[in-house]
């Protein structure tokens, strides 16, 4: 190469390389300007980690309280300033164990093996694990939780029922109350997710090991960011055991404020054999971010479903819907259909159908629309109306994830 071709090259590198620095410096900029994200009166406005809390949260409006969770999300997210730094000591972490007849045993989570092996013929059938995401500060949290240890006694009676065994084994609901141990604002949106799910994991292993039961016998169900943690507990499951649990199901999952910027974080499809998620507040405590093989929207994403009034209601509404799924004769109260518009939804309702809730199919995929009514009864029975000209118009339905608010 002759000097003048060699003093191009050179001059080009210097020039580009000039250029890349300039744009990272630009970018580092503006990850540091919070206007990026928020107006000056959002920034303004924004409430602290402090007064952020179930109560408070209850008090407010659905509208205020979405907004002002949003805000805080998005403050926690400019420079990722929210380190994950709360892990929850398994001691302090209250299970409660449930035979089929309904009689419980009270231990905690470094102790749930022992206790559950205690139990006669633990196991047998299905492990339905539940892990709270939410402290059980108000009624709202307390019913919520209290439908769906009714809903899965209520199963597995009626399964008892069907047997002429004597004192038959049907199934076992397992409750990790982690949301007990996040009673305050700063422990909610602090929380370690991974940390944490590392630990679930290792003491449900326990428990399937002392225990001798299979691991695609055991589904968990988590609300909120127990959800997160479930898909982590998921992912380390298999990391250390090379199985997977046979299914979690997502009840509301939420955002996660705590986030290490290099690392992935949350439930995702293949955290489990089969994972599904039913939101009920995706513009609100809830997130829209797609998180299983399937993801139910009832009435579409918004800040709540029908009939709720504040985040917590909306949130705690896909216990609930859930739970009426569990119980006998209401495993198909839920027909949803396959759809990523609500209007497309509404208008045509032609898209694949499957049943949300317990009774789920498992090789379903995507997203799923269906109604819901604002009081229990919630499930309608009935998916939209099929109408023979939907091919064209649904196929040019403009997609809901586009007005995505987060």
């Known amino acids: 190469m002759n000097t003048f071709k060699l003093l191009c090259v050179v001059g080009l590198l210097a020039v580009t390389a000039s250029a890349n620095r300039h744009q990272q410096q630009q970018e580092r900029s503006q990850k540091w300007k919070p206007s990026q994200w928020l107006t000056p009166k959002e920034l303004k406005d924004c409430p602290s980690v402090d007064d952020i809390s179930v109560e ?16 805080l999300y998005h403050v926690s997210h400019i420079n990722y300033d929210m380190k994950p730094s709360y892990t929850p000591n398994p001691s302090n972490i209250p299970v409660e164990i ?37 402290p059980a500060k108000t009624e709202t949290v307390q019913k919520a939780n209290r439908d769906l240890v009714e809903a899965y006694v209520e199963r597995y009676r009626h399964r008892a029922s069907k047997t002429e065994e004597e004192n038959p084994n049907t199934g ?22 991974e940390e944490t799910g590392e630990k679930v994991a290792e003491y449900i292993a326990d428990l399937i090991e002392q225990c001798q039961v299979p691991s695609n016998i055991v589904h968990i169900v988590a609300h909120n960011v127990a959800a997160h943690v479930a898909g ?77 009034t504040n985040v917590i209601e909306a949130t705690m509404r896909a216990v609930r819907l859930y739970a009426e799924s569990v119980r006998p004769g209401q495993e198909r109260n839920f027909p949803a259909v396959e759809d990523r518009s609500v209007e497309s939804y509404k208008n045509y309702g032609c898209g694949k159908r499957v049943h949300m809730g317990l009774t789920v199919d498992k090789k379903a995929k995507g997203d799923f629309i269906l109604q819901v009514n604002d009081q229990s009864p919630f499930g309608q029975r009935a998916p939209a ?6 091919h064209s118009a649904h196929s040019s339905t403009s997609n809901w994830s586009s007005s995505d608010k987060y």
């Open 232 to 308: 982590a507990a998921g992912e380390a499951f298999e990391r250390h055991t090379g199985q997977q649990f046979s299914r979690i199901t997502a009840l509301d999952p939420s955002r996660i404020y705590a986030e290490d910027s290099e690392c992935l974080t949350g439930l995702a499809r293949g955290d489990a054999e089969f994972v599904d998620a039913i939101h009920t507040s995706a513009w609100s405590m809830g997130t829209t971010r797609r998180v299983g093989d399937v993801d139910f929207f009832p009435n579409g994403p918004s800040r709540g479903v029908p009939g709720t």
């Open 385 to 390: 109306k099929h109408n023979k000209e939907c």
């Open 98 to 134: 449930y035979k089929s007849n309904g009689e419980k045993q009270t231990t905690t989570l470094d102790k749930m093996a022992s206790t559950a092996k205690q139990q006669h013929n633990f196991g047998k059938q299905e492990i339905t694990v539940y892990i709270t995401g939410l």
């Open 172 to 193: 076992n609901l397992v409750v990790i109350d982690l949301g007990n141990q996040l009673n305050s604002p700063k422990r909610y949106t602090l929380l370690d997710v």
């Open 56 to 71: 408070s949260l209850e008090n407010m409006s659905l509208e205020q309280g979405a907004e002002a969770l949003r805000a």
